[in-house]
């Protein structure tokens, strides 16, 4: 087994639980388990293929990634319960999950295409768009919407990765090294609070003023 496989099963699996998670706030049965572990864990995965023309999508080329985000959903759904804080597990499982996937999503693109521009867009897709659909499919508040890095976060796991690759770093290496990255970014925003600067609102418009 590669390391991208290896990154691929691990990413899965940490968006799975993530989505797991989720449905244990909203106290759903375990079918919803299921379900919010599977759309999370190979949402993004399936955006990047799709995108890339890789088609069949990974997981009917091998349904094993199926079974791994049902098996997460199961296993959250016995013990989830037992966790202190489930939203402290899901952010920080999110951020491991997004710091391995930002990489496993640049080097899938940056082997179909050899662009460095594209592998940061897939590496960037495939981190976060699983996300996206869990917060929206649970009533969650997106994760786009929230003031610390999110998106930053996997565009420099990303880029570092790719960067690392090109100068001639080893597969091992390069995907260390941007996982790492990512980490500490994404890290340090829940940790720290890390923000970028925002756009500065201008005064409130009636709508029907535009007209």
């Known amino acids: 087994m590669s390391v991208l496989d ?7 699996a940490v968006f799975a639980a993530t989505g797991a998670l989720s449905a244990s706030r909203k106290q759903l049965d375990i079918i919803g ?12 995965g399936t955006l990047r293929d799709v995108i890339l023309g890789a088609t069949p999508v990974f997981w009917v080329k091998n349904p094993l990634y199926l079974v791994i985000c049902a098996s997460v959903g199961v296993i959250l759904f ?14 920080w499982l999110d951020a491991i999950g ?4 930002c990489v496993m999503g640049a080097a899938k693109g940056l ?3 050899g662009s460095p521009v594209v592998a940061l867009v897939t590496g960037m897709l495939t981190a976060t768009f699983g996300g ?3 917060d929206l499919l649970a009533g969650e508040p997106s994760v786009l919407l929230r003031p610390e890095i999110y998106v930053t976060a996997a565009l420099t796991g990303s880029a570092v990765f790719t960067l690392a ?6 597969l091992i290496a390069a995907s260390a090294l941007g996982i790492v990255c990512a980490f500490i970014v994404r890290g340090g925003a829940l940790k720290f609070g890390w923000t970028l600067p925002t756009g500065k609102a201008g005064p409130g418009r009636n709508p029907d003023d535009v007209l």
């Not at 016995?78 to 952010?91: C, I």
């Open 78 to 91: 016995l013990s989830s319960h037992r966790l202190d804080s489930r939203y402290r597990a899901l952010v």
């Open 6 to 12: 290896l990154l691929d099963y691990a990413g899965v």
């Open 132 to 134: 996206i659909l869990r």
């Open 33 to 44: 388990y299921i379900f919010l572990a599977s759309i999370t864990g190979i949402g993004g």
């Open 111 to 113: 082997s179909a295409t």
């Open 165 to 170: 690759t090109l100068a001639g770093l080893p």
């Open 98 to 101: 997004l710091s391995a996937y």
